[in-house]
C-alpha cells in the first residue's frame, strides 16, 4: 500500500493508497480486501498512531473493520498490509468495549489534568 500526506481527501479515493491529513488527524484507505469499503482511522492517542519513518508509514494497532460485511482484520506496517486473525462476534465486541473504556478514562484523565492546571491558575490571580 503506497501512502499520500494529502490537505483534503480525495473524492474519491484510489485502491491501494493510504490518504493521511496531518492537519485533520485522519487516515482513509479502501479495505485491502477488495470490498471496496473506505476505511477511516482517526489518529489520536486512544485510537490509531501513525509512525512516518521518513518514507514508510504504519498505523498501531491493528485495523479490525468489526462493522463492515467484510469484517477484515490487518495490520498497516512500512506501507505493507499484514493480514491477521480472525476474531469471533464476542472477540470483536470485547474490543470494542475495551476501546471506548480507554477512550472515557484517557479524557477522564485528561479533562482532570485541564481541572487541576485551572485551579491552580485560580489560585494564582
Partial sequence: MK???VDYMPNP???GILYISIEYDVAKHKCPCG???????TLS???WKLIYDGETVSLSPSIGNWTHPCKSHYY?????????KSFSKRKMQDVVET???DQKEYYKKTSSKF???FE???KKL
Fill in 35 to 41: 470490498c471496496g469499503t473506505d476505511i477511516v482511522t
Fill in 3 to 5: 501512502h499520500r500526506f
Fill in 99 to 101: 476501546d471506548l473504556r
Fill in 45 to 47: 492517542p486512544t485510537r
Fill in 76 to 84: 498497516i506496517e512500512n506501507d505493507t498490509v499484514i493480514w491477521a
Fill in 120 to 122: 491552580l491558575f485560580k
Fill in 13 to 15: 479515493i484510489e485502491e
Fill in 115 to 117: 481541572k487541576s492546571l
